[in-house]
């Protein structure tokens, strides 16, 4: 299965989501507990809904599993791919954390959409833009090998000025060319029928609900310093995320194994969730789920990689 091609403004999948009836209108509404709803009121805007942990995973079978990988593949499947794919294979077991959030509704999401920022301050990318956003559909439906050509796919089209995106391209166009003191009332405007317009539905279908960002790619592991942990406040504007899922540099630190110190490649894992869509407990077997993969990604992805996500009860 390659990664979903697009035309314009509508993918792929979300054409065949007209054709099955699977349009988010259609798509099931989740029954709002009292917790829910007291929280969906608690954290109404301007209060942040968002919470952040920070962890980190040793990375010593994963290295290993993508060097293998490697001998085998003519393009590298890197650390990057390998984390998009957890994380997606993670949302596809504990869906309420890819819930969508509009008018005071939790809509649960056909797919996991990953949303990618893009860094283009790279040599061969073209224009004066500094990042760009690269979109993953359905990548809880997807094997590694097929997260890394996807991925590769999107991020090489933003780098060169093709996205494969027309609302990207037509966005950044619009705020690129229009002075800003037009341009705030129009994003204003938009993001109203984002989150209030029945319209909402519709434009819900371009969205991804989730986002994943690797700043350790760009950075290399210097000598006495440790990354420990971020924080952040997402903006409940234009769409609304569930979970964002951050990454830095692998780094050497000391932690016990089988009771003795041991030097071993951490991987530095930051997620932030949104409390209205689950709690602690929700989120914290999500973090445990993400470390059991990352653990031994060979037993979800297969020796090659090429292997599905396998039906599974989902964590409600």
Not at 38 to 52: D, G, M, Q, S, T
Not at 163 to 173: D, E, H, I
Request: aromatic letters at 6%; proline letters at 6%.
């Amino acid at each position: 299965m390659s990664a979903s091609s697009h035309d314009g403004w509508v993918s792929d999948s979300w054409r065949r989501r007209l054709v099955d009836g699977t349009i988010p209108s259609m798509m099931k509404r989740r029954k709002l507990t009292a917790a829910r709803k007291a929280l969906i009121w608690w954290f109404r805007a301007p209060a942040n809904p968002y919470i952040c942990v920070s962890f980190a995973v040793d990375s010593t079978a994963a290295t290993g599993y993508l060097a293998d990988l490697a001998q085998g593949h003519d393009a590298a499947v890197s650390i990057n791919h390998l984390v998009t794919a957890i994380v997606g294979r993670v949302l596809r077991e504990f869906p309420k954390a890819n819930d969508r959030l509009a008018r005071g509704r939790l809509v649960r999401r056909r797919a996991c959409g990953l949303a990618m920022p893009v860094d283009l301050r790279v040599a061969g990318t073209v224009g004066a833009q500094e990042t760009a956003m690269a979109v993953l559909e359905e990548a809880d439906q997807l094997s590694l090998v097929q997260i890394a050509a996807g991925s590769r796919k999107v991020v090489d089209a933003e780098r060169t000025g093709r996205s494969a995106l027309g609302w990207v391209q037509w966005a950044t166009r619009l705020i690129d060319r229009t002075p800003y003191p037009v341009l705030a009332p129009l994003l204003s405007g938009f993001d109203w029928l984002t989150r209030n317009s029945p319209l909402s539905d519709l434009l819900f279908g371009h969205l991804p609900g989730a986002a994943v960002t690797n700043v350790g790619a760009a950075l290399a592991p210097q000598a006495g310093v440790l990354f420990r942990g971020a924080s952040m406040e997402i903006p409940q504007r234009l769409m609304h995320v569930g979970t964002v899922w951050g990454v830095s540099v692998i780094q050497d630190e000391v932690i016990p194994v089988n009771g003795e110190p041991q030097v071993r490649p951490m991987l530095p894992v930051v997620l932030c969730f949104d409390h209205r869509l689950c709690d602690g407990v929700y989120a914290s077997k999500m973090v445990q789920r993400f470390s059991a993969i990352l653990l031994e990604p060979e037993r979800e992805f297969g020796a090659d990689g090429a292997a599905v996500a396998r039906l599974r009860p989902h964590a409600d």
